[in-house]
């Protein structure tokens, strides 16, 4: 079945630090891949994606590079700031057995960057 | 403005109760989806619905019942089946059912058994 595993938080970094938080995934098929962001008390937002192998998507300083060879999505940012302060969810859009093509998201990995 | 909507933000529910969450959304997405979020636990999927009049149980679909009579709503009963409630919940769209593709969520509603 498709799976997503991301590193586990709490990440606490200083303003103007490099970001990295670790994503593998499991998929039976050919998934697209992405990155959310979480805000407390909202919904998610899409902040990044890739549908197939070596595309790199970025936004807002972000970028993330779909490697099929070791199964990574792995999210990066060169200088983070307070404002990045959030949960980052990592998702997979595959045909599931039980739910078509819904996002499969990672537990979350929460992101405090201190001043 | 497109978007999707959630409503209430927050709600209570006495023990033994069912509970209807609100979900609209004015994208004219064919697929629509219920995600339930507990704290270390990421989200899991309740149902989804690829096309009106149709939907599919998720992996955490007991306890819950939906209905997709209209393109544009999908919502969700929490009913008195459902052994642990509280949570917050999460619906989303995304313009197709077929294919891989990013979806679009609501701000969620807060539900508390009281």
């Known amino acids: 079945g498709n799976s997503v595993t991301q590193m586990e938080g709490p990440v606490t970094l200083s303003e103007e630090a490099f970001l990295t938080i670790n994503c593998t995934y499991t998929a039976t098929g050919y998934p697209s891949l992405f990155w959310y962001v979480q805000y407390p008390g909202e919904g998610l937002q899409l902040l990044l994606k890739a549908t197939k192998a070596d595309d790199k998507g970025s936004n807002k300083g972000f970028e993330a590079t779909y490697r099929k060879e070791t199964t990574s999505f792995h999210l990066e940012k060169g200088s983070v700031q307070v404002s990045d302060s959030a949960v980052y969810f990592c998702?997979?859009?595959?045909?599931?057995?039980?739910?078509?093509?819904?996002?499969?998201f990672g537990k979350g990995t929460s992101l405090l960057v201190t001043p | 403005d497109g978007g999707i909507t959630q409503s209430p933000k927050y709600l209570f529910r006495k023990e033994g109760q069912n509970v209807t969450l609100s979900c609209e959304q004015n994208l004219n997405h064919d697929a629509m989806y219920w995600y339930r979020q507990d704290p270390g636990q990421g989200l899991r999927l309740i149902y989804y619905s690829q096309i009106v009049n149709d939907f599919q149980k998720g992996d955490i679909a007991e306890g819950y019942s939906v209905s997709r009579e209209k393109k544009e709503s999908f919502p969700l009963t929490v009913t008195s089946a459902q052994k642990n409630p509280t949570a917050f919940y999460l619906c989303a769209s995304s313009i197709s059912p077929i294919g891989p593709t990013e979806a679009f969520f609501g701000q969620g509603t807060r539900l508390t058994v009281v």
């Open positions: 998702a997979l859009s595959d045909q599931g057995s039980n739910s078509g093509y819904a996002l499969n």
